[in-house]
Structures are given as structure tokens and as C-alpha cells.
């Protein structure tokens, strides 16, 4: 018997290398962005120079929602000719109901095809990482079952760690606890925000740009321990800071695997452009 042909969709908030191997195959189902009464669709009909311009431009940070359970039944029976089971990636129910919305797609279509909608617990980097052993374990014949094991040891293990450039986004958004905005920017302090347990909450403070970037790293190093570690640096649109980030990454980790890759613009939105980060997890 043949092994059942197993495919990986995500929503748009999954962040992953413009060179990534498997790029082609994963599905990526877009989170939608309203500005006032005009809906568009994260990475089809908007690029991010152009969502941040406008944003800057109008003052206001526009609402994100999840595809509905509609669209996700419709986009689950697209591929039910290529594959006979789904794994759905999403991003934490906590911040987004993506992933409630794509259990109600995935019974809709339960007749049809098996979909497996996955809480990611995070996003951006950390459900491309997810979705990069996906792909791995597909390709060594893995089951279903095998794989969703898997992404529940991952969904321990991922780390993130995201520092705003200036606190201009995170105020507007509402959407990062502990934050503090009004005295960190009398302060001119910079917050590092840690998502964990599905929440973006301010943990730790700088008094620099580069003391933030330092000391995220330490951070990073604190909860992963020694062993073998895959890391991403995530930024929007920060290239000042990105090489001196990436180069305090790297000499702090020496990661069997490495990633640069822009932040997608509904995590990004919350934090603002000029934000960086560092997702990992260990590989043992």
C-alpha cells in the first residue's frame, strides 16, 4: 500500500526564506487586511513598502481577520485531488481565530478530504520552521499522526523574542501586554517583546538599539541551552540593524540551520517597521 500523499497549508502570518526548499510546495491561505472599507488580501494584493507608507500616511493600523470557514472549506477542496490529508499551520489562537476558523473549514469538508487544522502556538518563523519538518518528515514517509506529534514537541520548544524599533505601532495596536508605552517612550527605552503562550507580552527593556539586539540574544541563548539549535533572524524593513544582528546571532549560536526572512505584515503591524527578532528551538 501506497503511503497516503500528505500536503502543508498555513495562513500568511508564516514566515519562512524567499530561497526555502520547499517554498513551492506549501499552501499559503492569506490573512485578510481592512483599511476603512477596503478589504485586501496579506501578500496578494498589498506589498509592505506600501502597507507601511500607509499606515505612516493615514495614522491608523488597520484591522486584520482570518479567512472565514468558508474560504478555508473552498481552499481545502482545491488541493483534495492532490492529496489525501491536509496539515493546516496556523498561527496562535490567542492573537488571531485563524485556526478556529480553519476548524470550521476542515469540518465543512470532512466528507471530502481529512484536514488537520495545527495551533501553532506562535507564527511568523516558528510555523515555517514547523512547516519545514513537516515537509521533512512527509518526504521520510511519516504519517499524519507521526507529524502532528512532532509539531506539538516543536510548539514546546519555539522561541520568540521581537524588538520594535519605536513604540509608535505597539501603541496603536493595543495588542502587546505589559507594554508600558508612555513611560518606555519618555524614557527612550526599547522593549523587547516576547511571544509566549500564544501572547505578545514586553518583558525585558534596553536602554539602546543595540543593547536591545545584545541582550535578546542572551536571552535566547538563557532559554535553549547548549546543543544543537536551528535560529531565524525576522525583521521588517530594518537593514540598519540586520547586520549587526545577524552577526551576534551566528557567533552566539552556530545554528545547524539559519534563516533571514521579513516579518509578515500582520505580526509586523503590531510591533512597526524597523522591528527585528530571533525565533529558535532546540533541535534535540
Given at each position: 500500500?501506497?503511503?497516503?500523499?500528505?500536503?502543508?497549508?498555513?495562513?500568511?502570518?508564516?514566515?519562512?526564506?524567499?530561497?526555502?526548499?520547499?517554498?513551492?510546495?506549501?499552501?499559503?491561505?492569506?490573512?485578510?487586511?481592512?483599511?476603512?472599507?477596503?478589504?485586501?488580501?496579506?501578500?496578494?494584493?498589498?506589498?509592505?513598502?506600501?502597507?507601511?507608507?500607509?499606515?505612516?500616511?493615514?495614522?491608523?493600523?488597520?484591522?486584520?481577520?482570518?479567512?472565514?470557514?468558508?474560504?478555508?472549506?473552498?481552499?481545502?477542496?482545491r488541493l483534495?485531488?492532490?492529496?489525501?490529508?491536509?496539515?493546516?499551520?496556523?498561527?496562535?489562537?490567542?492573537?488571531?481565530?485563524?485556526?478556529?476558523?480553519?476548524?470550521?473549514?476542515?469540518?465543512?469538508?470532512?466528507?471530502?478530504?481529512?484536514?488537520?487544522?495545527?495551533?501553532?502556538?506562535?507564527?511568523?518563523?516558528?510555523?515555517?520552521?514547523?512547516?519545514?519538518?513537516?515537509?521533512?518528515?512527509?518526504?521520510?514517509?511519516?504519517?499524519?499522526?507521526?507529524?502532528?506529534?512532532?509539531?506539538?514537541?516543536?510548539?514546546?520548544?519555539?522561541?520568540?523574542?521581537?524588538?520594535?524599533n519605536d513604540?509608535?505601532?505597539?501603541?496603536?495596536?493595543?495588542?502587546?501586554?505589559?507594554?508600558?508605552?508612555?513611560?518606555?517612550?519618555?524614557?527612550?527605552?526599547?522593549?523587547?517583546?516576547?511571544?509566549?503562550?500564544?501572547?505578545?507580552?514586553?518583558?525585558?527593556?534596553?536602554?539602546?538599539?543595540?543593547?536591545?539586539?545584545?541582550?535578546?540574544?542572551?536571552?535566547?541563548?538563557?532559554?535553549?541551552?547548549?546543543?544543537?539549535?536551528?535560529?531565524?533572524?525576522?525583521?521588517?524593513?530594518?537593514?540598519?540593524?540586520?547586520?549587526f544582528f545577524?552577526?551576534?546571532?551566528?557567533?552566539?549560536?552556530?545554528?545547524?540551520?539559519?534563516?533571514?526572512?521579513?516579518?509578515?505584515?500582520?505580526?509586523?503591524?503590531?510591533?512597526?517597521?524597523?522591528?527585528?527578532?530571533?525565533?529558535?528551538?532546540?533541535?534535540?
Amino acid at each position: 500500500m501506497s503511503s497516503p500523499r500528505i500536503g502543508v497549508v498555513a495562513d500568511s502570518t508564516c514566515d519562512f526564506p524567499s530561497d526555502w526548499l520547499y517554498r513551492d510546495r506549501l499552501h499559503i491561505i492569506p490573512v485578510h487586511i481592512h483599511f476603512q472599507d477596503e478589504t485586501l488580501q496579506e501578500g496578494v494584493d498589498m506589498t509592505e513598502d506600501a502597507f507601511y507608507a500607509r499606515v505612516l500616511r493615514e495614522g491608523v493600523i488597520p484591522q486584520t481577520s482570518q479567512p472565514n470557514p468558508d474560504e478555508f472549506a473552498t481552499f481545502y477542496r482545491r488541493l483534495k485531488g492532490q492529496y489525501d490529508a491536509l496539515i493546516s499551520l496556523h498561527v496562535t489562537a490567542k492573537l488571531s481565530g485563524t485556526y478556529r476558523s480553519a476548524l470550521a473549514g476542515a469540518e465543512g469538508v470532512r466528507d471530502e478530504i481529512a484536514v488537520y487544522p495545527f495551533d501553532s502556538g506562535g507564527g511568523s518563523a516558528g510555523a515555517g520552521f514547523m512547516a519545514d519538518e513537516a515537509f521533512r518528515m512527509i518526504d521520510a514517509g511519516a504519517s499524519v499522526q507521526d507529524i502532528l506529534e512532532r509539531l506539538a514537541t516543536l510548539r514546546q520548544r519555539i522561541q520568540i523574542l521581537l524588538s520594535p524599533n519605536d513604540l509608535t505601532f505597539a501603541r496603536m495596536s493595543g495588542r502587546v501586554s505589559a507594554l508600558g508605552a508612555f513611560m518606555a517612550s519618555m524614557l527612550h527605552i526599547v522593549p523587547i517583546v516576547v511571544l509566549t503562550q500564544g501572547e505578545l507580552i514586553a518583558s525585558e527593556r534596553a536602554r539602546s538599539r543595540k543593547k536591545a539586539l545584545t541582550k535578546m540574544v542572551q536571552m535566547m541563548q538563557a532559554r535553549l541551552g547548549d546543543g544543537p539549535v536551528n535560529i531565524a533572524v525576522v525583521h521588517a524593513q530594518a537593514p540598519d540593524d540586520l547586520a549587526f544582528f545577524r552577526d551576534l546571532v551566528l557567533n552566539a549560536f552556530h545554528p545547524q540551520t539559519f534563516w533571514i526572512t521579513t516579518l509578515s505584515i500582520s505580526v509586523a503591524s503590531h510591533l512597526g517597521p524597523g522591528t527585528i527578532g530571533i525565533v529558535g528551538y532546540r533541535t534535540e
